[in-house]
């Protein structure tokens, strides 16, 4: 985490949009990179890039972690988030992700963010009467990271954005926006 305030300062300078910040146990918590990150470099969009192992967090928590950077970002933070690691989620004793974990958890958050009371149990977590407080009038949009044709379809359908994996060639990122544009527009939404 240390070279990040240089980074994302330099970036800022460089004139880039955006950046995209990842997560480990241990040394990079989410939470603080991004807030650190709007601090010294406010002209740039942040996103997570990813938070994985959703089970490990009850979605209040991460609702609350994108509505609080959403806000004083202005529409500047993207919450990017993964299937995640096999290991990781049996180290942490929490279920292994699939999309219908995702997709629960993602429902939850889009109702929290809506300004709902949610009840809601699943694998890992549950709440009870839960509420943010507040009504995100534009909730941070939600990018999946995906590999593989199903995963890759269901972001489509579900998701505001797709983060592909980064040793993708020509053809296959030519292939993998074909699976997710088709899928969104299945799904009737705006690929």
């Known amino acids: ?48 890039g990813l938070i994985a192992n959703l089970p490990a967090r009850n979605p209040m928590i991460t609702a609350s972690f994108a509505s609080t950077m959403a806000l004083p ?22 279920p292994r992700s699939n999309l219908k974990v995702i997709e629960r958890y993602l429902a939850t958050m889009r109702a ?8 809601a149990a699943y694998d ?10 507040i009504t995100l009038e534009a909730p941070p949009p939600v990018y999946m990271g995906a590999v593989g044709d199903k995963a890759l379809e269901w972001a489509g359908k579900n998701m505001d954005g797709v983060i592909l994996f980064s040793c993708l060639n020509a053809a296959a990122v030519s292939r993998s926006v074909s699976i997710v544009r088709e899928a969104a527009e299945k799904a009737g939404r705006d690929p």
């Open 1 to 48: 985490p240390q070279p990040l305030i240089e980074d994302v300062q330099f970036g800022e300078r460089l004139g880039l949009g955006s950046v995209w910040l990842s997560e480990r146990p241990g040394s990079k918590d989410i939470g603080v990179l991004c807030g650190a990150a709007a601090a010294v470099a406010p002209k740039l969009s942040i996103g997570t």
């Open 73 to 94: 970002t202005t529409g500047k933070f993207s919450l990017g988030i993964g299937r995640g690691q096999d290991r990781l989620a049996d180290m942490l004793c929490v």
């Open 112 to 119: 929290l963010w809506r300004g709902d009371s949610v009840d």
């Open 124 to 133: 890992g977590w549950s709440l009870k009467n839960a509420n943010l407080g």
